[in-house]
């Protein structure tokens, strides 16, 4: 199992909103778009390890205070990430 960053659900979803993926554009700069992209990623890295000791219902929870556009742009995001890895759902 990878280890996972553990943060309070308050502080993964402060993290998703600094993110603001949402505000990402062509003109953005490489080091303004390397630090968004970095803490999306580590807000993905908290969700998951929030998975693991409280299951979906924890992960929802947090997505469920986000605004649709972020909760879109995030959830893109999160797509992409997890489509370069060996995640599969077990079943």
């Known amino acids: 199992m990878t280890d996972r960053i553990t943060l309070e659900p308050s502080a993964i979803e402060r993290l998703i909103r600094s993110a603001a993926l949402e505000d990402l554009r062509e003109e953005t700069t490489p080091d303004a778009r390397e630090r968004s992209l970095g803490q999306a ?29 972020r909760l879109l742009t995030f959830a893109t995001f999160a797509v992409s990430e997890l489509a370069t890895t060996d995640f599969a759902r077990e079943g």
């Open 41 to 69: 990623e580590t807000a993905l890295n908290a969700l998951c390890g929030l998975s693991d000791r409280e299951g979906p219902d924890g992960v929802w929870d947090v997505l469920a205070t986000l605004d649709r556009r």
